[in-house]
């Protein structure tokens, strides 16, 4: 079994900073992609930023303004999310690519984390 386990989030100010962490535990031989999506009611899920093998790629409306960081000795993605606005509410989303010890590959989820960027 494979946990996605994430902190941080809460309320900011627009303009604000808050900083996402996700750790990937259990039975993990190796973790590919690992990346954040968000998601507000009534829309699809939407990803946010991504990072590979030192590739990142971000969502044009971040761009600019999130970072995506790993620690792969940690098996954990962060994400650090400055000059906050209202249209950053939502649900973030973890999710990573693992590899199990069994030789699986599959594609896990965080439970979610609520941002709320609001005076």
């Known amino acids: 079994q494979v946990q996605l386990v994430e902190s941080g989030g809460g309320l900011a100010q627009p303009g604000g900073s808050l900083r996402l962490s996700c750790a990937a535990s259990?039975?993990?031989?190796?973790?590919?992609?690992m990346g954040w999506y968000r998601q507000v009611p009534g829309k699809q899920r939407e990803l946010v930023a991504r990072?590979?093998?030192?590739?990142?790629t971000y969502a044009d409306p971040v761009k600019g303004r999130f970072a995506i960081s790993r620690d792969n000795a940690k098996n954990t993605v962060y994400l650090q999310m400055n000059s906050l606005k209202p249209e950053d509410t939502a649900v973030y989303y973890c999710?990573?690519?693992?590899?199990?010890?069994?030789?699986?590959?599959?594609?896990?989820w965080g439970q979610g984390a609520q941002v709320t960027v609001s005076s």
């Open positions: 999710n990573a690519g693992v590899v199990t010890r069994l030789g699986v590959w599959g594609d896990y």
């Open positions: 990072i590979r093998s030192g590739t990142t």
């Open positions: 259990g039975s993990i031989f190796s973790v590919n992609g």
